[in-house]
């Protein structure tokens, strides 16, 4: 086998500087502590990026994008060729993630719709009272946020998966669903807790909040309620500012875990080392691509949604709650459909940007070059 392996096996070479053995063990990119003092040293390949001059002689762009610090446009240009280079895992292993999480989800909705309903009915007509819609809340919604959650950490982990897709389309390679399920299967425990960490991390900023709702919980007054109604806003963006933070300074955690071979630990520990400096361009690009990727599926969705209202409407008001299963379910077809197509997108992104960041600090397109001569 020639230097370039598979990206996540054994002595692919995408250790980070230093843990090859570079010279010093220093640069952009060392390691910073005894924690980093860690994985074997990898093969020629990516480790040890920037050390080496770059052969004069090599195609600029064997792959997806060029061998060099890139911009917005061909992170995304890089994205779309990832998209079509490889639709086969690209769209089939989204599509079998988006559609099971998103059944778990559909269901959850419906029997938490159910619930409600019922309990509303009841009251409307004199047959219940307030206590049973306050019980069906206390049902539905933990069980809505629970399905919210494994969705939101199974879309981080299919990310992950189609990260290793992307990281051989830079060299021009593809790879199938078997190898790549060979190779990722081995770091799926990782990954999961590496999105699990984020998710819970994201959302432990809640707690922000606290203070707001109390006062407006036992406000007694105008003055009161104007304090708690402050302290709400203020805790809403405190939490959106420590959600963004995390997202950005551990977006490249999983890139790290599957390319680098690294530990959970270390790996989330490499992110925030890597985004360093780069915070805001970070930033910029993710909060952009999520923003294009959220009116995709929206606009894909909205016609699904509309179908949906008008069936709804055609079964009748006799039959309420099949009504609400006939409308949630076309709506989240149309979801799905827009998250197919957005989900690997996304994934690309966060690859592209990740290597964009490599080769800005260490100098990976050196190594990029050598790996695409198979020298």
Not at 95 to 122: F, G, K, M, N, P
Request: hydrophobic letters at 50%; a positive charge; zero cysteines.
């Amino acid at each position: 086998m020639s230097q370039w392996q598979g990206p996540g096996e054994p002595g692919s070479g995408w250790a980070s500087p230093g843990a090859g053995g570079a010279p010093g063990g220093s640069g952009p990119g060392a390691p910073g502590g005894p924690e980093d003092a860690g994985p074997p040293p990898a093969a020629p390949g990516w480790a040890g990026a920037g050390w080496q001059e770059a052969p004069a002689a090599h195609p600029p762009r064997p792959g997806i994008v060029p061998l060099r610090p890139l911009g917005l446009g061909e992170i995304w240009d890089g994205a779309f060729r990832a998209f079509r280079q490889n639709p086969r895992v690209m769209v089939g292993l989204s599509a079998l993630v988006v559609v099971a999480t998103s059944l778990v989800t559909l269901v959850a909705s419906i029997v938490a719709t159910r619930d409600l309903v019922r309990a509303t009915t009841q009251v409307e007509t004199g047959t219940g009272d307030a206590s049973q819609v306050l019980d069906a809340l206390q049902t539905s919604v933990p069980l809505v946020v629970v399905s919210g959650l494994v969705q939101v950490v199974a879309v981080q982990v299919l990310n992950g998966m189609l990260i290793l897709s992307v990281s051989r389309a830079v060299l021009g390679r593809t790879i199938s669903l078997g190898e790549l399920w060979r190779v990722s299967r081995r770091r799926l425990g990782g990954l999961l807790l590496v999105a699990v960490i984020v998710t819970l991390a994201s959302a432990a900023g809640a707690v922000a909040l606290v203070p707001g709702a109390g006062v407006l919980a036992l406000a007694d007054g105008t003055a009161a309620a104007a304090t708690g109604t402050v302290l709400l806003l203020a805790g809403v963006l405190g939490w959106a500012a420590i959600a963004v933070w995390l997202w950005v300074k551990w977006s490249m955690a999983t890139p790290v875990l599957l390319l680098e071979g690294l530990s959970v630990r270390r790996s989330l520990g490499r992110s925030w080392r890597l985004t360093r400096g780069a915070f805001w361009r970070t930033l910029g690009i993710l909060l952009l691509t999520a923003v294009v990727v959220g009116v995709l599926v929206t606009a894909v969705a909205t016609p699904f949604t509309l179908l949906g209202t008008v069936l709804a409407a055609a079964v009748g008001t006799g039959s309420t709650g099949w009504a609400l299963v006939l409308s949630q379910a076309v709506s989240t077809l149309g979801s799905i459909v827009g998250s197919v197509v957005g989900y690997p997108f996304l994934a690309s992104v966060t690859a592209l940007v990740y290597v964009d960041l490599r080769m800005r600090r260490e100098g990976l397109d050196v190594e990029l070059h050598r790996a695409a001569s198979g020298g």
